[in-house]
């Protein structure tokens, strides 16, 4: 077959596939008290419509990581591209959950999610029917003009979520989403994330301290070592797409992965 005229030359084919193609990466930061390596020699090709979490010792980069691929912050050497492009600078095609929900506070739910499009200025039609959509795929149905402070930390969690898929982005950042919350409320997320994932088919990048969380989600869980952040290893996870919760706990494969994800981060690896 031969090649369209309009591909672009500098991505090859299984680069514009990915979703996400981090090459060969380092960061530093340099400040006037310390010089610190961030990340080190970091590669990740991640294909579109995959769930990969991303595990680590607390300072070895998870956040960093993110936020290269957000373009919030550039590599010191190597390359992030986005669905084939570069990332130069800030980008809009992705949705990014941050560990606290971040809400306004004088602003309803319905609001906060609406947010997105008014900064994104998205139709507002297009943007309240999604909006909607995301409502009633959340469970907030019945709270859309609660203010925050009104909403339980799993809610609040939920409209944060809600505001970074109302664009509908290709790839999603989620940094420690569900790390405030209690072990049930964030079981709950857990199973509807693996809904909301199937059902938008987007891309999602997590970082989570939870093992069970990473192993639960994930098609790929990335095993980061101490810092300076190097990829230890990426677990694959042999399950199918759709996970109950319990039955999946009790799956040989889910075991297998988080033994391996437990060994890889020694003894402090936390628990849950
Ligand atoms: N803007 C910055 N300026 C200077 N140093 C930074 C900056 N951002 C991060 N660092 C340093 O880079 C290292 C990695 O930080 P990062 O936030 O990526 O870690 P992390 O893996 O997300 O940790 P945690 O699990 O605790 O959230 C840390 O040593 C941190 O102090
Ligand atoms: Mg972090």
Request: proline letters at 6%.
């Amino acid at each position: 077959m031969s090649k369209p005229e309009t591909a672009p030359q500098t991505d090859p084919a299984a680069e514009a596939q990915a979703a996400v193609h981090v090459d060969e990466v380092a960061v530093r930061f340099r400040t006037r008290k310390r010089d610190v390596t961030a990340l080190r020699e970091v590669s990740l090709d991640v294909p579109m419509g995959e769930f990969v979490s991303i595990v680590g010792p607390s300072g070895c980069g998870k956040s960093t990581l993110l936020k290269l691929v957000a373009g919030l912050l550039k590599p010191t050497t190597g390359t992030v591209r986005l669905r084939g492009d570069k990332v130069t600078g800030p980008r809009h095609d992705i949705g990014y959950v941050f560990q606290r929900a971040a809400l306004l506070e004088w602003r309803s739910a319905r609001r906060n999610i609406l947010l997105q499009a008014e900064m994104r200025k998205m139709p507002s039609a297009q943007a309240r029917r999604r909006a909607d959509e995301l409502i009633e795929m959340t469970g907030l149905r019945g709270f859309e003009d609660a203010l925050p402070h009104e909403l339980s930390g799993g809610m609040q969690q939920r409209v944060a979520l809600c505001r970074a898929l109302l664009h509908e982005p290709r790839v999603l950042l989620m940094d420690e989403p569900f790390g405030a919350l209690d072990a049930l409320t964030r079981e709950q997320l857990n199973v509807e994330m693996n809904r909301i994932w199937r059902e938008t088919g987007t891309t999602v990048l997590l970082v989570t301290h939870s093992i069970a969380e990473a192993a639960y989600l994930s098609n790929r869980v990335v095993v980061m070592s101490d810092r300076p952040g190097t990829i230890r290893e990426i677990i694959d996870v042999d399950l199918p797409a759709e996970r109950q919760y319990s039955p999946t706990m009790a799956k040989p494969e889910f075991s297998r992965v988080t033994s391996r994800i437990r060994d890889l981060l020694g003894a402090g690896a936390a628990a849950d």
